[in-house]
């Protein structure tokens, strides 16, 4: 007798595939093609749910600003192992491995760190009060920058801004963001740090809109490493193209594409 192909207990609330009809938590895969966007299809396949059109604009946005950072440690790894030959799921994964340390335990650290501050806030839900404390707290452990806090890159993320502002527009009580705010307040005003410039980075950002959209830390990291293949892709191909006959490392990167441009029409 032939295994059965659907053995007792595996089961999934994922996908249902069968002949002619391929379902995505329920929805027929034909018909979400070319209606919903692929950040809309990931929140979909993440949350079990179609988003709402703010939820939406906030997915696409962080998909999109996670997308690509330069030459990181990650893009290198990807970048020289497409130099080095290896093919190109192998190059994107090298470079996925080396995500790890940062930014994805980044974000995972800033997320503890909110939870604490909100736990700290209680059901009064002080979230200043809560703030200061916890920056007490943090100063006293030597642990600043805190996670979620300082850039080596920016005195001010642009991403981290426009992330901030479009999460204003969410129908859900934005008390990750808030408490985030609270706590970057608190590292300005306290007078151990006053020499030091602690702006809120995109590890905090993420932490926060995500824990705003009820998405688990697990399921950030997830989206963070989603959004980074396109652009370990891209680094891997531009690296195999460029790379010729030469060999060795590729050594200092300069940039030499198009200078900066606007997005016509659109917002």
């Known amino acids: 007798m032939a295994p059965e192909r659907n053995p007792a207990g595996t089961t999934t609330a994922l996908t249902s595939v ?12 034909d018909e979400l093609m070319g209606r ?4 809309d299809a990931i929140y979909l396949l993440v949350t079990g749910e179609l988003p709402s059109s703010s939820i939406s604009r906030l997915i696409g946005a962080l ?7 330069g030459v990181t440690p990650s893009a290198a790894v990807s970048r020289e192992a497409a130099r080095a030959g290896v093919p190109l799921s192998g190059s994107i994964a090298a470079g996925l491995l080396a995500l790890d340390r940062q930014p994805v335990s980044g974000g995972r650290e800033c997320r503890q760190l909110l939870d604490q501050g909100l736990d700290l806030a209680g059901s009064s839900l002080l979230l200043a009060t809560a703030a200061t404390d916890l920056v007490e707290q943090l100063v006293q452990a030597d642990r600043i920058p805190p996670p979620g806090f300082g850039t080596q890159s920016h005195t001010s993320d642009p991403r981290v801004m426009r992330l901030l502002q ?14 985030l705010r609270a706590v970057g307040h608190a590292l300005s005003r306290h007078p151990a740090l006053e020499d030091q410039t602690l702006p809120i980075n995109l590890d905090g950002a993420m932490a926060a809109v995500c824990g705003d959209l009820g998405l688990d830390a697990a399921t950030a990291d997830a989206l963070l490493i989603v959004a980074r293949v396109p652009g370990l892709a891209a680094h891997a191909l531009e690296a195999k193209a460029r790379a010729g006959t030469r060999a060795g490392a590729e050594g200092p990167i300069r940039y030499d594409g198009p200078s900066e441009r606007r997005l016509p029409g659109r917002r």
């Open 18 to 29: 069968e002949a002619d009809r391929i379902l995505v938590r329920g929805y027929p895969m």
């Open 36 to 39: 919903i966007s692929f950040g």
């Open 63 to 69: 998909l999109t600003g996670l997308i690509d950072h």
């Open 166 to 179: 479009m999460a204003l527009e969410l129908e859900v009580d934005a008390l990750y963001t808030q408490i």
